[in-house]
């Protein structure tokens, strides 16, 4: 995640502004949503801009190795014996594909995916929760470090662990919406 604009309010006549950085220091966010229950539980990967020529990976190996832990850690959190069938939506992403995410399967025989079609976020209910996370944790933010992204980003998880009706609305798509005339 990277900070984002968004829509604000301010004075008349006067127009906000949110400073910039140019970094391109990254934090990627894996989340799991449980449909029932409400539950949220993630993992973050820390992305400077020099992680290839520190790890000799590449964008793609990095992530789905950390896609690999985060299913590992969700195996852990419905282990087979109490839920012997857990189903997750996931897209396309290139990171969600090869040897390491079949072995975090392997490991982990109860979890099983549902992939979506191409280009169709909108089926997918954690793109709603991501899009508010990201309202509530990024917008019109300017963060001096990446561990300032991070602490945000986490803050704003730990709220939406505590008010499970409110995700419980966001993956539903009965978010209330006020009107300003």
Not at 5 to 21: D, F, I, M, S
Not at 65 to 82: D, I, M, T
Not at 111 to 119: M, N, V
Request: positive net charge; aromatic residues 6%.
């Amino acid at each position: 995640m990277v900070p984002t604009l968004g829509p604000t309010l301010g004075v008349k006549g006067h127009r906000p502004t949110v400073g910039t950085r140019d970094c391109k220091d990254l934090l990627h966010v894996f989340a799991v949503v449980n449909l029932v229950s409400a539950a949220v539980h993630a993992n973050t990967l820390e992305s400077p801009k020099d992680a290839k020529r520190r790890t000799g990976k590449g964008k793609t190996r990095r992530m789905q190795e950390a896609f690999a832990a985060h299913l590992r850690h969700v195996g852990l959190v419905y282990p087979r014996e109490r839920h012997p069938r857990v189903v997750l939506l996931i897209d396309n992403a290139p990171w969600h594909r090869g040897t390491p995410i079949e072995e975090a399967l392997r490991d982990n025989p109860h979890l099983e995916f549902k992939r979506l079609p191409s280009y169709s976020p909108h089926l997918n209910p954690i793109e709603r929760f991501w899009k508010r996370l990201r309202r509530r944790a990024t917008h019109n933010r300017l963060f001096d470090t990446l561990a300032d992204l991070k602490a945000s980003i986490r803050a704003s998880l730990s709220y939406f662990q505590t008010m499970r009706h409110k995700v419980k609305s966001i993956i539903e798509g009965r978010t209330k919406r006020k009107h300003v005339r």
